[in-house]
């Protein structure tokens, strides 16, 4: 059975950092592509960034590029999310998903997910 956990979150101030953290259980996370999604009170979920199961390949939308990095630590079957320069809007609870294979390809999808960490930005 495939557990991911999130841990990380918190509440901090306009321009400051986090780093949340994804550690799997039940499966070789490290063969497997994923990705942190973050969903605000009314809005959709969205995926803020992807990584491949290389992790030579990375993703991000464009409201986050230059502020944060997504990697794994295949060692220790864990993908961050490193989150610099935070913004009130990056409010959200923070999702990590694993996808089903090890490179993003038309067809594929998330499969499993975590419970969430909520992040708070004051301004």
């Known amino acids: 059975q495939v557990q991911l956990v999130e841990s990380g979150g918190g509440f901090v101030q306009a321009g400051g950092s986090l780093r949340l953290s994804c550690s799997a259980s039940?499966?070789?996370?490290?063969?497997?592509?994923a990705g942190w999604f973050r969903q605000a009170p009314g809005k959709e979920r969205e995926r803020v960034a992807g990584?491949?199961?290389?992790?030579?390949?990375?993703e991000y939308t464009d409201s986050v590029k230059g502020r944060f990095t997504i990697s794994r630590d295949r060692a220790k079957n864990t993908v961050y999310l490193q989150m610099n320069d935070l913004k009130p809007e990056d409010t959200a609870v923070y999702y990590c998903?694993?996808?089903?294979?090890?490179?993003?390809?038309?067809?594929?999808?998330?499969?499993?997910w975590g419970q969430g960490t909520q992040v708070t930005v004051s301004s």
């Open positions: 990584i491949e199961w290389s992790g030579s390949t990375t």
């Open positions: 039940g499966i070789t996370f490290n063969n497997y592509a």
């Open positions: 998903a694993k996808y089903s294979g090890g490179w993003f390809r038309v067809g594929g999808s998330y499969d499993s």
